[in-house]
C-alpha cells in the first residue's frame, strides 16, 4: 500500500519545507510531461525501475536516487518485477539557493556503496516521524532535510568519483597531521605530498576536488584559523608571537595574509573580539 504523508508546516515558508513524503511498495507506472511543482528526490528501496529525464533513461536500483527540480518533465515505471520507491517533495525559501551551490542540475542521479546504508535510513527516520505526527511545528522536518540533503552530497556520488566521503578518508592522515604541524613554517607541498605518498599535482587536485583550493592554500587557511583562536585569547603575546606561533616565518607577511583573508588587521580583529578586563 502506498504511503504519502504530508506534514504540517507553519503559516509562513521556511527556508526548507518537506511537502510531502512516502514509500510506493508497487511504484505504478508516472508520467510528467510537466514535471512537478516542487524538488522531488526518488530512490530505490527494492526492486528495480527506469526513470527517463532530460533525454536519459536510468536504471535505478538499489543504492540508487534522483534529484529534479520544479517543473523538470520526467517519467518513471518499475522494470523486472515490482519496484519499491521512496520519495520525499520539498520546497522553501532557500531551496533553490541551496540545490544550485552544492552544483546539482535539475535532473540528478545519485549512486551511493554498499554497506552502512545512511541515505535510505535516513529517509525511513524521516518518514516515521511524519507519520507519527510528532513535528507539529514542521521544524524538525525542515532540519532533517537539510541533515538528508548533505548527506548526499557527502555519501553519495553523481560520477564514477568515489563519495566525498571516502575521499575525505584518503587525505584524512595529512589533515590530522596538519593539525598538530601547522607551526612548522617549513612545511610545504613536498612534505605534504610524501605524507599520503603520491605527487604534488595529485594532491593539490585532491584538495581542489573537496575544499577548492590548493593544499598550500589549505594550510594557509588552517594557520590564519588558529591564529583568529589565539589572537583573543592569548592577548599577552605580541602579534608577531602568534605569526610565529602558527608558522608564518614573519610578522609582515602574517598581518598580510591575515588582512588578505579576513578584510582586517590581526591588531583590529584582537580587539573586536578580545576579552579585556571592566574597569
Known amino acids: 500500500m502506498k504511503r504519502r504523508i504530508v506534514p504540517a508546516s507553519p503559516a509562513e515558508l521556511l527556508p526548507l519545507q518537506i511537502e510531502s513524503i512516502g514509500a510506493s511498495p508497487e511504484q505504478e507506472a508516472i508520467d510528467r510531461p510537466n514535471g512537478y511543482p516542487y524538488f522531488h528526490w526518488l530512490l530505490t528501496i527494492e526492486g528495480e525501475g527506469e526513470l527517463s529525464v532530460n533525454g536519459h533513461t536510468w536504471k535505478m536500483t538499489r543504492r540508487t536516487g534522483v534529484l529534479m527540480t520544479p517543473g523538470t518533465p520526467h517519467r518513471y515505471e518499475a522494470k523486472n518485477g515490482a519496484w519499491h520507491s521512496g520519495f520525499v517533495t520539498f520546497h522553501g525559501s ?149 605569526g610565529e606561533a602558527v608558522g608564518f616565518r614573519d610578522a609582515s607577511h602574517f598581518v598580510a595574509t591575515f588582512r588578505r583573508k579576513e578584510g582586517m588587521t590581526p591588531e583590529t580583529y584582537r580587539r573586536l573580539y578580545g576579552t579585556w578586563p571592566v574597569t
Open 94 to 242: 532557500m531551496a533553490a539557493s541551496f540545490i544550485q551551490s552544492f552544483g546539482w542540475s535539475s535532473a540528478e542521479r545519485f549512486q551511493w556503496d554498499d554497506g552502512d546504508d545512511r541515505i535510505s535510513q535516513f529517509l525511513a527516520d524521516m518518514l516515521v516521524l511524519a507519520e507519527t505526527g510528532g513535528d507539529p511545528s514542521g521544524l524538525q522536518l525542515s532540519s532533517d532535510l537539510y541533515r538528508f540533503l548533505t548527506l548526499l552530497k557527502t555519501d553519495a556520488r553523481t560520477d564514477n568519483r568515489p563519495s566525498i566521503t571516502k575521499r575525505l578518508e584518503r587525505i584524512q592522515l595529512l589533515l590530522d597531521w596538519l593539525e598538530t604541524e601547522f607551526p612548522d613554517p617549513g612545511i610545504g607541498l613536498t612534505e605534504m605530498a610524501a605524507m599520503l605518498d603520491i605527487g604534488e599535482r595529485q594532491l593539490n587536485e585532491k584538495f581542489r576536488e573537496l575544499f577548492g583550493q590548493t593544499a598550500y592554500a589549505y594550510l594557509i587557511q588552517l594557520r590564519i584559523r588558529k591564529a583568529k583562536e589565539w589572537l583573543p585569547s592569548r592577548t599577552d603575546w605580541t602579534i608577531r608571537r602568534i
